[in-house]
């Protein structure tokens, strides 16, 4: 299947500072991005959907200027989790469709830990 | 959007056939079917997708009735490394996940 490389699988970083997660479609022109958290035992909650070009569509309840999403290209998108606190410590997941009616493919994940 | 509704947990044994079933009674006309598997620690893999009727490939068959408000996913002779979390999605524009299915499959 298609695939998504979502870099770096594992950080941490100090309290008050920004952290930037990638992902990428190797394979195929990603028209709509879609940016997960996800907690221990959890199901995945969506944060937003970003369609190549344009402002992403944040969820209710997430803060757009605390995870700033950008998707400037068809295969690139990135979640920068600004000044980050320890309550943002968590899995974030990004995952990459072609089309409205088509698959989307997942990256492998991100584990945050903000000290 | 449609919401899916599935059961919390299963347990099986290697080698049975195991049959997740999934309900989305507001499914839009536009909505394709979606099963995603996944480990700890990992993003979701995607399984299998279908519209209606049924739709089989080398790991799974997925099974929609007439009136798509429901499908079942079918695992045939699983192993321990199935032994997963698994999700339905009625997906269209957004992907919204619900609770999903904790498989277990015990030797």
């Known amino acids: 299947g298609a695939v998504v490389s979502q870099h770096p699988s594992r950080v941490i970083c100090k309290s008050g500072t920004s952290v930037k997660i990638e992902c990428r479609s190797l394979d195929f022109q990603a028209t709509t991005m879609f940016w997960y958290r996800q907690f221990p035992k959890k199901s995945l909650m969506l944060m937003a959907t970003s369609n190549e070009g344009s402002k992403a569509t944040y969820e209710q309840g997430v803060e757009k200027d605390k995870f700033l999403i950008n998707h400037a290209s068809l295969t690139l998108s990135t979640l920068t989790v600004t000044s980050a606190h320890p309550e943002d410590s968590s899995f974030y997941i990004c995952?990459?469709?072609?089309?409205?009616?088509?698959?989307?493919?997942f990256g492998q994940g991100t584990r945050l830990t903000v000290v | 959007l449609a919401k899916t509704t599935q059961p919390i947990s299963m347990d099986s044994y290697e080698g049975q056939e195991v049959n997740i079933t999934c309900s989305h009674n507001?499914?839009?006309?536009?909505?394709?079917i979606t099963w995603y598997q996944q480990f700890p620690s990992q993003g979701p893999r995607f399984i299998i997708q279908?519209?209606?009727t049924k739709v089989t490939n080398e790991v799974a068959s997925l099974f929609i009735p007439a009136d798509r408000k429901s499908s079942t996913l079918s695992l045939p002779r699983v192993s321990l490394s199935d032994t997963a979390v698994y999700y339905c999605?009625?997906?269209?524009?957004?992907?919204?996940f619900g609770q999903g299915t904790e498989l277990s499959v015990k030797p």
């Open positions: 995952s990459a469709r072609e089309d409205w009616n088509t698959e989307a493919f």
């Open positions: 999605l009625a997906q269209g524009g957004k992907l919204i």
């Open positions: 279908g519209y209606k």
């Open positions: 507001n499914i839009a006309t536009n909505d394709y």
